[in-house]
């Protein structure tokens, strides 16, 4: 098996074939016509067959590791924080795009990280359309403070009010969208029906938990679904010093950004949840480490419905402390 390191950047790619004990590498544009250059390089060299390892940079690396998923290569997407301990491991002192490529190939001759499977088109548009919302409402909370601070002239107050008012027709017609992604695609219409039946999900976080993960039902328990995420609890304690316990902050910010507030939502309307939460604060933890609880659990349900392909139902909800 010959293994493929590629440097995602937002302009070039950098990639380093391993072929037994020959090293070679190829940099291109981050482009269709880059990484179609790519591939007839890995043709020339008689890699018929790569094991391709890219860190999970999302936009940037995916359409190359779709390209090489669909060329029938195995595809890899590491969370670049392995591949950043991996590097530290070997001590390596110089850091440039090409020794970078070399590092992520390296990393995938030896561990051999599980294949990544390419999501459907219609998971990537509903990714898109989730993202782009998402940045819209960004810039439009963005505009809206601008317009509590004080504005020297009525033109610049007439311009962030224009800017307003193109924001939230923009913010409608790709909701529309995303709904009419739904209409047409019943599996998916299915599952996100089912995330809306658990108190605190919405239809936008529905939608926002399918598109950054649609295969959240093929995760083998909930810990792969935390670790994923990065809201698996993590835990210091090295003799004498003992440190709050944090999340690890190591998954996707995304899906974390995602549940922050319906998880605030489900403390109120989700018994389970509520129940859930009145115990923690009985227990003296701080606000924050008990939002942070009630993500996770809600991410457990979101994974429960899921699975087992049944609406939520509060009477045989279980949420351990």
């Not at 997407?77 to 530290?88: H, Y």
């Not at 993202?131 to 009525?154: A, C, F, K």
């Not at 033109?155 to 009010?161: F, H, L, M, R, W």
């Not at 419905?305 to 139902?313: A, E, I, M, Q, T």
Request: charged share 25%; proline share 6%.
């Amino acid at each position: 098996m010959d293994f493929l390191g590629i440097d995602v950047g937002k302009s070039e790619l950098h990639a380093c074939l391993l072929q037994g004990d020959r090293s070679t590498a190829k940099s291109v544009s981050n482009s269709a016509t880059g990484v179609q250059q790519l591939q007839t390089w890995l043709k020339n060299r008689k890699a018929q067959q790569v094991h391709a390892c890219l860190e999970a940079t999302g936009g940037w690396s995916e359409d190359v590791a779709v390209a090489l998923s669909d060329s029938g290569h195995i595809v890899s997407l590491v969370n670049p924080a392995r591949i950043k301990a991996f590097a530290q491991s070997e001590m390596l002192r110089t850091k440039t795009d090409k020794i970078d490529a070399a590092t992520i190939a390296r990393f995938c001759r030896m561990h051999e990280p599980e294949p990544w499977t390419a999501p459907d088109p219609e998971i990537r548009a509903l990714q898109g359309l989730v993202r782009r919302y998402q940045n819209l409402v960004h810039m439009r909370t963005e505009e809206q403070n601008r317009l509590q601070e004080p504005i020297p002239t009525p033109s610049v107050k007439e311009s962030i009010e224009a800017i307003l008012t193109d924001l939230d027709r923009e913010i409608k017609r790709v909701d529309r969208e995303i709904a009419e992604l739904f209409d047409k695609h019943p599996p998916l219409r299915r599952k996100r029906d089912l995330l809306i039946s658990i108190p605190g999900i919405g239809n936008t976080t529905a939608a926002r938990i399918l598109g950054e993960m649609p295969n959240i039902a093929e995760f083998r328990n909930v810990k792969a679904v935390a670790a994923y995420t990065g809201l698996s609890p993590r835990h210091y304690e090295s003799g004498s010093i003992r440190r709050p316990s944090s999340i690890a902050r190591t998954g996707n910010s995304d899906l974390r950004s995602a549940l922050y507030f319906p998880a605030i939502t489900a403390m109120r309307y989700n018994p389970p949840l509520q129940r859930f939460a009145d115990r923690l604060r009985q227990r003296g933890k701080p606000n924050k480490s008990i939002i942070t609880a009630v993500m996770r659990k809600l991410l457990t349900l979101a994974y429960g419905v899921l699975k087992s392909g049944r609406s939520f139902d509060p009477a045989y909800a279980t949420v351990p402390t």
